[in-house]
């Protein structure tokens, strides 16, 4: 069984939960970070009593677990960030790593710049891999969510198999719940396979469906029509992967700048827009949406990033125009 991701976090997570939970749980360094919202600092008794129970919630993460078996090479990842930029390549080449270097240019010491090279050159390389084995009959599980990236990157891969003319039979999809219940009954959603830990992923096997055929050809000339419109940026509207404005979010982040005062830190920004409206975009696009902002005139840097940290640790200012 091959299967296929969208993210690098879900990949790894994956890879880890093919075997976690076999033999005795063997207790560990954990590291624990308490804080408190008056900003005092945290007592030795709290930190030792989080770490305790940080401790405990790892035994019985690995005893619950059931492990997937397999082997890791059997895991291919494909980070392409297609909510994004130009899509108008049938394989990711040029014009894919230049808007992945252009994303990732917020990270220092041209971390960026690399990280692009080299999601290109593994991309490419798995995909050749995958076209062999999946023409040669084995069978593929597809992990996919309604986060836009990973929706995308539903829909490339079955373009894909649609050129392959590998049509159904085997292939299976899995799509992460909108919603789920933990054991205490509370509402449990995640965003995408990114946030599911390894003690997890074999909940999910249950939900795995077949394809058939007109899935895929469904799928593929969806993305089809989305490659002719090839925006600036897709979207999840109504159920629905659509092309959109790149401008799409800015309304949320502009909304999280006006609670602040002449003077804020974008780091804080990212972070709220992030954990408070659950939008399935990551830190580099709204790193890039604010960068657009403060060309525009609308922000001013007032410190320069940090050292050997993302560019938007820093301090901003907002100017005279509006926003």
Known sequence: MIDILFNESA???LKVAQHYGEGKYQDGCISVFVNHSDGSKPTKEEV???RREAKERARLAWESAIPLGGKTTDI???NLVLSVGDISEN?????REQMLKRL????PNDEGRQAAEEILKRTNEALKTVRERAEAGEALRIWYSNQPDEMCGLYWFMGQLDQWKVHGGNVLIVRLPDWETDKKENIVRKNSWSEVAPEEWHRYLALQKP????FIQSCASHWQELQAENASLRAMLNGQLVSTSEKLYDDFILREIAAEGEEFQEAMIIGRVLGKYQLG????WVAFRIEEMIHAGKLEAVTAGTKDMPIYHRVLKKCTLKL
């Open 91 to 95: 394989q990711p080449g040029i014009k």
């Open 281 to 284: 975009i990551s830190d580099s």
């Open 211 to 214: 394809v058939l055929p007109v």
């Open 11 to 13: 990949c790894g997570s």
């Open 76 to 78: 291919y990842g494909f």
């Open 48 to 50: 030792e009593a989080a």
């Open 104 to 107: 990732y240019s917020v990270y």
